[in-house]
C-alpha cells in the first residue's frame, strides 16, 4: 500500500462522513482480528495524545477501551492492550514518561498529526474520532476508516 494525498484526501472525506452515520447497535464482530483492533487503539491513542500535546497525559480512557474491546474475553483483551502499548513506544510513535503511565508524542509524530488534509489537521481528525468513540459505539464504516487512517500513518511517519 502507498500513501498519496489523493487517497488520503478521499479517505478524510469518507471518515468525515462517517462521524455522522448513527451509532452501531452491535459491539464489533467477534471475527474482529486483534491486528484490526490494534489499528483503531493507534488513531485513538494519537487523537488522545495530540490533543494534550506538547504536555503528557493517558493514551485511553475505560470507555474508550470498553469500544474498543467489546466482545473480547478479559485475557485478550488485557494482551491486546499491553501488546498495543509495548509495540508502539518500542516503535517511538509515541514516548512514556519516566517510570509512569503516561505518554506524549516525539516530533516525528506530531509532525505526521499536523498535516493538514482536506481542511483538517490529522490529529484533530484522530480527536474527533476519539470522541466519538467516547460518545457511543462506532459505526462499521467509521471502524472501517479508523483502520485505514492508522495503516496511512504509519506509512507518513516512515517517509
Do not use: C
Not at 120 to 136: F, N, V
Amino acid at each position: 500500500m502507498t500513501a498519496n494525498l489523493s487517497s488520503i484526501e478521499k479517505l478524510v472525506s469518507e471518515t468525515l462522513a462517517a462521524l455522522d452515520e448513527p451509532a452501531s447497535e452491535t459491539p464489533p464482530s467477534p471475527e474482529t482480528t486483534f491486528r484490526e483492533r490494534f489499528y483503531e487503539m493507534i488513531v485513538l491513542a494519537l487523537g488522545s495524545l495530540f490533543a494534550k500535546s506538547p504536555t503528557a497525559g493517558q493514551m485511553y480512557d475505560r470507555t474508550t477501551l470498553n469500544r474498543l474491546t467489546a466482545g473480547m474475553d478479559d485475557t485478550d483483551s488485557a494482551n491486546l492492550t499491553r501488546r498495543a502499548d509495548d509495540w508502539l513506544r518500542i516503535e517511538g510513535i509515541f514516548t512514556q514518561t519516566e517510570g509512569q503511565k503516561s505518554y506524549f508524542l516525539p516530533l516525528a509524530t506530531l509532525a505526521v498529526l499536523s498535516n493538514e488534509v482536506s481542511g483538517i489537521l490529522l490529529g484533530d481528525l484522530y480527536e474527533k474520532i476519539l470522541r466519538r468513540y467516547q460518545a457511543e459505539m462506532p459505526s462499521d464504516n467509521l471502524r472501517r476508516n479508523t483502520r485505514k487512517l492508522a495503516a496511512h500513518f504509519l506509512i507518513l511517519r516512515k517517509g
